[in-house]
């Protein structure tokens, strides 16, 4: 009897549960046959901690609670029903009803239950990594921004390098979403064909696949969310750098760490289900029954992405699930094929505010998805006999048989397989897939067809360098539409009829309506890529394009006053004669010349801009326009049959063709810096 006491309890721990907790023990193995002879049983008393307090100062309402009769044999014990996310007191005691021994305090918290609470941090979980997918994405924007510059500029109708481009855009930007926004307002710009469109949005598909392997590698197989503080503690300090490109991967690594605490904390919202629960039971039921089960969790993968509007949210959700053994393999390998679908609502939405062209780009991204979840659908059954086929082969484990270990790995070999199979299929029925984007998105007249740059905001990247090429190529052909503008007026100096004159003076007073309207979009856009911090390269160029597109509106104005000015010559029955047509014919030779110089200028790389074709031919326009001046002084001295008011006229319009000419160096001295 001597060797019983509250030291014959041993080893006393407790493990935390959803609203309440597990505690177990040990006996001391050498008085554990005189416990039971002398007919002992375990008790356990327990007592929030407040209560404990409460108790102790004498409160009522506030006494522990004791559980008595437990067998000897028994070694661990769950209560429940308890207060989530509270903290506990409990006591372990021997008893045979006339001598108890309770052992110290220990202490025991319980988890909070599933209810609005664990909902709510679920979705904050989720949207911290939504955040973190943000922020990570822009610093790689930034980091990587000539990169993307040069991936861009490499675009061409070969539909494989359209491919590449947006699997390496995707890859280094870990967002399909920036690539396929991007597209879509390219191709609203007129900066891109449909087909080049395609391609890259394929590329896109295939590029966002790597974030489902960062996901099940870092996110599951190795917990990067417990060394976030480190990569925080790491890129906090960079963020006080002059350096924009360290800045940039501050943002970056930040974004990483916030990405994967986010999914930790996903981890742990997720509630804990058994197999028997009702939700675990649905999927299981459901699953089995063939094409109508696949199609509704496609529709269920499709309606997540469409709310939190990111497809790897989405997928890092549905992964949680699986790794939770909520949902079996085959139902999130479903999932997933709708989260390819939801993803095109992005494109969609971008393309609302576009032109048709812009419109059917979106609409080739959302063929391209439709239909390659189209034939998995089908053929989904042998998709995933095959995928279990090669995890097996390759020692992955078995994704059916153990879900929970590898099923995670079999979502991102079978969300790759299919994309890439995907676009093997598609990539050769792009023309198809236009035509069909052209068919379903009908024009709706010119308005929506004629060259506009309303919306040049509306692909707005947050890195300058991205946003400056599309500013660039956008300039490029404004430079285009002055140059129509000189063809026109110079088509007006010839014609004869009254009602193609009319046509043509209509045509250039709308093209200089354009010319005011893009230089406010573009200054507006330029304006708002100003707003962060520029490195002096990007404030230079950013200063030459303004200059620029002051010079190109000018221009505009120019061509509609000369138009003016032959209009007035027209009804006041004024001609001139041969040789003063062919005079200022040359003279438009020279600024077309010129136009043609300044046009390829403007689509070089500032450093492959020469500016001395661009010299020679203005000082050409320069001794034109004296020599026809010359000219034109000795003849009102000598002819009196030169009139006095189509001279006048003619001098105006020879003289605004040296103007422009002096527009056209402009512009080009602006693409080097010279302002």
Known sequence: MSNINSGSIENISSTSQIEGFTTSWNLDYEVFQDLKEQGYTVSIQYNTKIGAKRYEKGYSNSDWIVINGIDLHTTSYSIDSLAGEESYLFKIG????????????????????????????????LGMFIYGMKIMSEGLQQAAGSRLRYLLGSITSNRVKGVLTGFGITSIVQSSSVTTVMTVSFVNAGLMTLVQSAGVMMGANIGTTITGWII??????????????????????????????????????????????GLGFLKDAVPELGPDSWLVQFFIDFKDIPVISTLLFVLLGTLVTVIVQSSSAAMALTMTLVAGGIVPFEVAA??????????????????????????????????????????????????LQGIEYFMVSIGAGNPFENPKEYANTGIAIFHTAFNLANVFILIWFVP?????????????????EEFHLDYIGAGYMSTPDLSLLEAKKEIAKFGELTGRMSKFSRDLLFEKSRKKQKLLIDR?????????????????????????????????????????????ERIGDIFYQVSKGLERKSEAKIWFTPHQRERLAEMFDLVDEAFVIMSENLKKHSAEVNLIAANEVEERINN??????????DALSKDDEVHMKGGIIYNDIFASLEKVGDHIINVSEGIVGKV
Not at 111 to 117: A, D, M, T, Y
């Open 216 to 261: 099940n590698i870092f996110g599951f197989k190795v917990s990067i969310g417990s060394y976030a503080l480190v990569l925080i503690a790491i890129g906090a300090p960079m963020m006080f750098f002059g350096k924009q490109k360290i800045k940039a991967w501050s943002s970056a690594i930040i974004g990483f760490s916030l990405l994967f605490m």
């Open 508 to 552: 250039i007073a709308k093209y200089e309506e354009i010319t005011d309207r893009v230089e406010v979009e573009v200054a507006n856009y330029l304006s708002k890529i100003s707003e962060g911090e520029l490195s002096i390269d990007t404030a230079i160029r950013i200063r030459g394009m303004n200059s620029i597109v002051n010079d190109l």
């Open 334 to 383: 479903a999932m997933i094929l709708g989260e390819n679908i939801g993803t095109t609502i992005t494109a969609e939405l971008a393309s609302t505010i576009g032109n048709v062209h812009a419109k059917r780009s979106a609409r080739i991204h959302s063929l391209f998805n439709v239909i390659g979840v189209t034939w998995a659908v089908l053929l989904f059954p042998f998709i």
């Open 624 to 633: 034109k326009r004296d020599e026809i001046r010359s000219e034109y002084l």
């Open 94 to 125: 021997i008893s045979n009803g006339e001598n108890t021994f309770w052992s110290d305090k220990n202490t025991a918290d319980t988890e909070r239950g599933w209810g609005i609470f664990r909902f709510l941090v679920l979705i904050g979980a």
């Open 432 to 448: 198809n897939l236009v035509r069909i984007a052209e068919r379903t998105v009908k024009s709706k007249g010119g308005h929506d």
